[in-house]
């Protein structure tokens, strides 16, 4: 950490502090992946923070529009995925039935071609 020692203590300081929320910020998106929801104890928990300044980072990450996340204060709990509206659902479903039957087409035409063969 001889880097961050260099320029006297304020500076020494304030680089410490922007290291700190950087990476605090990066463990925030990277749990946005892989949580749809959770408890915002569990997740303070994790990255190794006191609940407020979590909610604190959540909330100047969710205002500069670096994540989406809604928090549930009452109830605790962090919520990372948007609501999907019913189109959006639809569409997902049309393009996952799509992309099935292309695979049932082109393994039907492979055992058809299979059949000639012998």
Not at 42 to 47: G, K, M, S, Y
Request: aromatic content about 6%.
């Amino acid at each position: 950490m001889g880097a961050f020692t260099i320029g006297g203590d304020e500076l020494t300081s304030h680089w410490r502090k922007t290291f700190h929320t950087r990476i605090v910020q990066h463990n925030v998106r990277v749990a946005a992946l892989y949580y749809r929801r959770i408890h915002g104890k569990r997740l303070a928990q994790l990255l190794g923070l006191k609940p407020a300044e979590l909610e604190a980072e959540i909330a100047s990450m969710v205002s500069d529009g670096s994540v989406y996340a809604k928090i549930d204060r009452p109830g605790d709990i962090i919520r990372f995925a948007a609501k999907k509206t019913p189109e959006a659902v639809l569409s997902d479903w049309a393009s996952d039935i799509s992309s099935l039957l292309d695979l049932v087409e082109s393994t039907t035409h492979l055992i058809h071609k299979e059949n000639m063969t012998q």
